[in-house]
């Protein structure tokens, strides 16, 4: 059963860093679509930063080049993002989740391209 389970979130000044676990069990951790989403109160669902496990080809959206950065430990079978710089649009729910296996689905930052989900973790800048 695919499971993912994150933690790292918390409340940070302007300015500071956190940095977000995603540990995953159940599934061959190699060669599928990962990423990190977050959705902040009133807002849709945004995808912040996906990474294709068999290539490490990353994405990020506009808003956090530079400041974020997805990378993943497989051999603990966890992915992270290391948000620096935080700013108080920054603030929301963050997922992990994993998509498809195949690289041509191009699932990027395409919520509706992943299937499993982890509980979110609260992340919260103030400033």
């Known amino acids: 059963q695919v499971q993912l389970v994150e933690s790292g979130g918390g409340s940070v000044q302007a300015g500071g860093s956190l940095r977000l676990s995603c540990g995953a069990s159940g599934y061959a951790y190699s060669a599928y679509w990962m990423a990190w989403f977050r959705q902040a109160p009133g807002k849709e669902r945004e995808g912040v930063a996906a990474v294709y496990l068999g290539l490490s080809t990353t994405y990020y959206v506009d808003s956090v080049k530079g400041r974020f950065t997805i990378s993943q430990d497989n051999a603990k079978s966890t992915l992270y993002l290391q948000m620096n710089s935080l700013v108080p649009e920054d603030t929301g729910v963050y997922y992990c989740?994993?998509?498809?296996?195949?690289?041509?689905?191009?699932?990027?930052?395409?919520?509706?391209?992943?299937?499993?989900w982890g509980q979110g973790t609260q992340v919260t800048v103030s400033s």
């Open positions: 989740a994993r998509g498809p296996r195949a690289y041509s689905t191009f699932a990027r930052l395409d919520p509706a391209k992943y299937s499993y």
